[in-house]
């Protein structure tokens, strides 16, 4: 059975940090390209950082970048997004995502609330 289970989300004050995991488990993890995507009340799905395979190229939104960081240890299975700096604008669900090409396969996680505010 396929999962991805985020954690790590909460409530944390503008300029603080937080670092979100999403460990996986029923597919192989190594051949999937990974990425966290947020979702703010009223507002469309954003992707926010990917991290490829093969090579580990990361690639973040315009928003994030210098601020967040992805990283993937396959053999944790898990992934990570390191944010610093964090601002009331990264108030949002944050999610887990997989994806392999060749056939292509896709898996979402639940999400992680991760809650901006003083």
């Known amino acids: 059975q396929v999962q991805l289970v985020e954690s790590g989300g909460g409530l944390v004050q503008p300029g603080g940090s937080l670092r979100l995991s999403c460990a996986a488990s029923?597919?192989?993890?190594?051949?999937?390209?990974m990425s966290w995507f947020r979702q703010a009340p009223g507002k469309e799905r954003e992707l926010v950082a990917t991290i490829t395979v093969p090579g580990g190229i990361t690639i973040y939104a315009d928003s994030v970048k210098g601020r967040f960081t992805i990283s993937k240890d396959n053999a944790k299975n898990t992934v990570y997004l390191q944010m610093n700096s964090l601002k009331p604008e990264d108030t949002a669900v944050y999610i887990c995502?997989?994806?392999?090409?060749?056939?292509?396969?896709?898996?979402w996680g639940q999400g992680t609330q991760v809650t901006v505010s003083s």
């Open positions: 995502y997989a994806i392999r090409w060749g056939p292509t396969q896709s898996y």
């Open positions: 029923g597919f192989t993890f190594s051949s999937y390209a």
